[in-house]
């Protein structure tokens, strides 16, 4: 069984930083992109940022130039630096991964618990 277990949350200041964990175990074969979303109260769930297993990232417009998504392949772990953060930035966040179970399988998707991150002053 796959489980995703996202750490690092907490309450912040506008301006502050925080640094995100999400660590998939299981029998795992191979993972794909690895993402991180949040959801806000009254809001649906955007993407924050995406990473694939060869290093390339893609960023959503509200948080490019201030959020910078890694990932540690030999960990199955993605992290989320987030710099300068504000308000607005309050949300849960959601790590995800898609990923192959054996070489064979098809692709699949597994999503954390969430962590959730305030920024306030």
């Known amino acids: 069984q796959v489980q995703l277990v996202e750490s690092g949350g907490g309450l912040v200041q506008p301006g502050e930083s925080l640094r995100l964990s999400c660590a998939a175990s299981g029998s795992i074969f191979s993972i794909y992109y690895m993402y991180w979303y949040r959801q806000a109260p009254g809001n649906e769930r955007e993407l924050v940022a995406r990473i694939a297993n060869g290093g390339t990232t893609f960023y959503g417009d509200s948080v490019e130039g201030r959020f910078t998504i890694s990932r540690d392949n030999a960990k199955n772990t993605v992290y989320l630096q987030m710099d300068s953060l504000k308000p607005e930035d309050t949300a849960v966040y959601y790590c995800?991964?898609?990923?192959?179970?054996?070489?064979?399988?098809?692709?699949?998707?597994?999503w954390g618990q969430g962590t959730q991150v305030t920024v306030s002053s």
């Open positions: 995800k991964a898609t990923l192959k179970l054996t070489i064979s399988d098809t692709l699949r998707a597994y």
